[in-house]
C-alpha cells in the first residue's frame, strides 16, 4: 500500500487518510443505526433504509479505495472522489429528509463532502460542492416541508436554508483557502 501512495499526485497523498475514515464513518453509522434502532426511536422502514444507505456507501467506498491504492490515472482517482462526495451528499440530503428536514440534527454531515473535496486541493471544485450541499439542504428541507405541511413556517423554512447555506458557502470557502494555500507550499 505505501509504495502505490508515493506515484500519487500531491493533492491525492491525503486521500489514502481519507478513505480510513470513510471506513470509520461508516462504522459509526452503522452503531447510530443500531442504538436508534433498538431503543424503537425510528421506524422500521426508517432502519431498513438507513441499511440501504449503509451498503450503498460501503460500495462507494470500497470502490474508492480499491481505486487509490490501485490506480495511478489523477482523472480516475479524481472521479473516485467525485464519487464518494456525491454519496457523502446523497447521504446529508437523506438523513435531512429523514429527520423532519430543517428540524434535522444531521446538517452536520454537509460538512463532510465539502472536506473530502478539499483534500483534492482545489479551490474550484470545494466551493463547488459548498454550493451543491446547500442546494441539497433546499431540496430536502423543502420536501420534507411541503410532504408534511404545518410542522413549521416557512419563513423558518427560508430563513433555515438561508442560514444553512450561507453557513456550508463560508465554510466551504474558508477551507478551500487553506485547502489552496496549502498547495501553493
Known sequence: MATNNKNLSAPSRLLPMLSRLNFAFLAVYAAF?????????????STYHRWMFEGLLFFVFTVFWVVINKVHSSAVIFT???????????????????????????TLLYLLPIISMALWKSRTFTIAVSLLASAMYMVSSTKYFYDFFNEGYRVQLYGEIFFYSAVFIIFG??????????KQK
Do not use: Q
Open 33 to 45: 443505526i443500531i442504538i436508534f434502532d433498538s431503543s424503537n426511536v425510528i421506524t422500521r422502514e
Open 80 to 106: 473516485a472522489l467525485v464519487g464518494c462526495v456525491v454519496a457523502e451528499l446523497a447521504l446529508a440530503g437523506f438523513m435531512t429528509y429523514w429527520e423532519r428536514g430543517m428540524a434535522s440534527t444531521s
Open 173 to 182: 470557502t474558508m477551507i478551500a483557502n487553506l485547502a489552496h494555500a496549502s
